[in-house]
T-cell receptor, first 111, second 117 residues
Framework: DSGVTQTPKHLITATGQRVTLRCSPR?????VYWYQQSLDQGLQFLIQ???????AKGNILERFSAQQFPDLHSELNLSSLELGDSALYFC??????????FGQGTRLTVV | AQKITQTQPGMFVQEKEAVTLDCTYD???????LFWYKQPSSGEMIFLIY??????QNATEGRYSLNFQKARKSANLVISASQLGDSAMYFC??????????????FGSGTRLSIRP
């Protein structure tokens, strides 16, 4: 158990809809990363927050947004969903050496 | 720009044999960190091993070791005495720059390792 909690584990929704994925980092970790993993693909970095502030941005679509709250949990909002957004979405918090500790992921299926 | 390359999409290895998974990286920053992760079929990402760019010795964690060749910019993962449970996808990753609040981690495309009984 990495100590990172993601909810929900599975999500099925229709095209055009909006969903929110939630992440709680490990106790004491200030940093949260979001990654997208499409089927049989590597992990694409989306965005990073540190203590409530956005610190790094990857290839995140304009339809996607994220935030980190004062209690350090983070939410990733995906809107106007398309079939191609179906993927495994990971949240991670960062260890002492900069390594990422991942949650179990949210498997999003857009139908 | 930083980049991670894993050239082996898939590998088959006999149980109990050692296996080396290749990883090369590209960065202009003298300070960076290298990581390996395992992703079994269940989907979770499991952190295996870490190597810092200034570390003098190769990292080891149980049956995992990292063959770090800085001049060649390679960070190969070696798994000794492979087990059936080692069958999984393996990702090499890099944190560019000194550990800071803004350092992101990028991943290679992965190598699917299959262990034959």
């Amino acid at each position: 158990d990495s100590g990172v909690t993601q909810t929900p584990k599975h999500l099925i929704t229709a095209t055009g809809q909006r969903v929110t994925l939630r992440c709680s980092p490990r106790s004491g970790d200030l940093s949260v990363y979001w990654y997208q993993q499409s089927l049989d693909q590597g992990l694409q970095f989306l965005i990073q927050y540190y203590n409530g502030e956005e610190r790094a941005k990857g290839n995140i679509l304009e339809r996607f947004s994220a935030q980190q709250f004062p209690d350090l949990h983070s939410e990733l909002n995906l809107s106007s969903l398309e079939l191609g957004d179906s993927a495994l979405y990971f949240c991670a918090s960062r260890g002492d050496r900069g390594e990422a500790f991942f949650g179990q992921g949210t498997r999003l299926t857009v139908v | 720009a930083q980049k991670i390359t894993q050239t082996q999409p898939g590998m088959f290895v006999q149980e109990k044999e050692a296996v080396t998974l290749d990883c090369t990286y590209d960065t202009s920053d003298p300070s960076y960190g290298l990581f390996w992760y395992k992703q079994p079929s269940s989907g979770e990402m499991i952190f295996l091993i870490y190597q810092g760019s200034y570390d003098q010795q190769n990292a080891t964690e149980g049956r995992y070791s990292l063959n770090f060749q800085k001049a060649r910019k390679s960070a190969n993962l070696v798994i000794s005495a492979s087990q059936l449970g080692d069958s999984a996808m393996y990702f090499c990753a890099m944190r560019e720059g000194r550990y800071s609040s803004a350092s992101k981690i990028i991943f290679g495309s992965g190598t699917r390792l299959s262990i034959r009984p």
